[in-house]
């Protein structure tokens, strides 16, 4: 169903036929309200009636769900207060800063809190649906469904590790500025608190206390951010093995690379490589980081 019933155009051109509108559809007869997103979302949200009956329906659902943007919708109708929540990661940041009393996620795949639940993106909304396969039947069905779509019962990793890197704006203090210009420039360097405090001319404990404030994260966490990424670069784009990118990323070994791809990224490095590289490579010997 839709806002009218009839053809819909979806943001990738794609039409869906909608047999009723939400209007003809009594809430009380639905069992699974699921909120899809796309482009049209945004403006959804002025319609009053839509949003009124959106929760009204998840009222008397059993399970309220949404997919990528969708989650806009159910946030409009007051159903995310103080609830965790994901959304695609490109969107995450405005949902936060447009309800602030929602709780949201950016890196999950999907979250389920008691009958309401998130999904990322377009895709995402697959993993949702197997694990409401899951949970309304068995594992080993759910399975069975994963195999004949060619896909994960359960994804490895978070939507992190597709997300494109997003810097907070620059530091405002032409100091701290000063500092974040040479991690970019050269991550392999010494970027300890005792050098940039040094560079920043404060001692240690005022640069800590002014680059957390301003940067929003301490300069260790900023340094293994740019660090991952500069490895992911590296690794999107390189052959070379985990060993040679731990180094020149100035992680000093693979396996602090590794424990910084998985708190980061939620994989490894080697898995990252797999999924994501843009020129063939042949297994490095050792490299199952």
């Known amino acids: 169903m839709s806002v009218t019933a009839g053809p819909v155009t979806s943001e990738s051109g794609l039409k869906v036929t909608a047999d009723r509108s939400f209007s003809e559809v009594n809430p009380s007869e639905v069992d699974t309200l699921l909120v899809v997103g796309g482009i049209g979302v945004m403006e959804a949200r002025s319609n009053r009636e839509l949003v009124a009956w959106i929760a009204q329906t998840a009222a008397h659902a059993p399970r309220v769900a949404s997919v990528c943007t969708g989650a806009f919708l159910l946030a409009e109708a007051g159903l995310l207060n103080g609830v965790p929540v994901t959304t695609h990661w490109a969107r995450a940041d405005r949902l936060a800063r447009e309800y602030p009393n929602v709780v949201v996620d ?9 009958k309401l639940w998130t999904s990322a993106g377009v895709t995402a909304g697959i993993d949702m649906a197997l694990a409401m396969v899951e949970a309304d039947l068995d ?6 469904v994963a195999r004949w779509l060619v896909m994960f019962l359960r994804r490895p990793g978070g939507q992190t590790q597709f997300a494109a890197p997003v810097w907070s704006a620059p530091a405002e203090r032409p100091a701290v500025r000063a500092t974040q210009d040479p991690i ?19 001692s240690e404990r005022n640069f800590l206390r002014v680059f957390s404030r301003e940067v929003t994260c301490t300069p260790a966490v900023y340094v293994e951010r740019v660090r991952v990424e500069a490895a992911r670069g590296m690794l ?8 040679s990118v731990a180094s020149a990323c100035g992680f000093g070994t693979a396996e602090t690379m590794r424990r910084a791809f998985i708190r980061r990224l939620g994989v490894a490095p080697a898995d990252y490589r797999q999924r994501f590289s843009k020129v063939p490579t042949t297994a490095q010997a050792g490299e199952t980081l």
Do not use: F, K
Request: glycine share 10%; charged share 15%; hydrophobic share 40%.
């Open 106 to 114: 950016a890196d999950p795949i999907y979250i389920r809190h008691h």
């Open 184 to 202: 970019h420039a050269n991550p392999q360097g010494d970027h300890s608190v005792a050098v940039l405090a040094q560079a920043a001319a404060m």
């Open 139 to 144: 594992a080993e069905l759910a399975q069975t």
């Open 236 to 243: 999107e784009q390189h052959g070379g093995g985990v060993d």
